[in-house]
């Protein structure tokens, strides 16, 4: 008799599979990129997520997954790239990804601006002109 396999990366769905509303697959109630990253790197610590590295949720192969911390995480999923030891984000204006720390604002209890420096001085004077004119 053959025992029933799961395999993890090519699943869509099966009895006790599914899909959760944010695209994870889960199984058995647990997560299955969690799952598969424990499975190779034992226990996730509190506080850490296992991210897809391509952004596909379903994809989960190892290679794909990687364990961050949950700003990490956060950043990560707002648009943010890590390039040797800086995050740089992209600016919702321009369209050009920018360093964090130096070309963008910082505010207070929200994390940072979503327009880069240059654009979002740029919108400060436009407002401002609409409003002279
Ligand atoms: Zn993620
Ligand atoms: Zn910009």
Redesign the pocket.
């Known amino acids: 008799m053959q025992k029933p396999k799961v395999e993890y990366g090519k699943m869509t769905r099966s009895k006790r599979g599914c899909i959760t509303p944010k695209g994870y697959q889960k199984y058995q109630s647990k997560m299955v990129h969690r799952l598969i990253w424990e499975r190779y790197h034992g226990a996730i610590p509190p506080g850490y997520?296992?991210?897809?590295k391509d952004g596909n949720?379903k994809n989960n192969t190892l290679d794909n997954l990687a364990l961050?911390s949950k700003l990490t995480?956060k950043r990560?999923?707002s648009g943010c790239t890590l390039v040797n030891g800086v995050w740089f984000k992209l600016c919702k204006a321009c369209g050009i990804s920018k360093n964090t720390i130096t070309d963008f604002y910082k505010i207070k209890n929200k994390g940072i601006s979503t327009l880069c420096k240059q654009c979002y001085i740029k919108k400060v004077l436009e407002r401002r002109n609409e409003k002279i004119s």
């Open positions: 997520f296992v991210h897809h949720k961050v995480h990560l999923h």
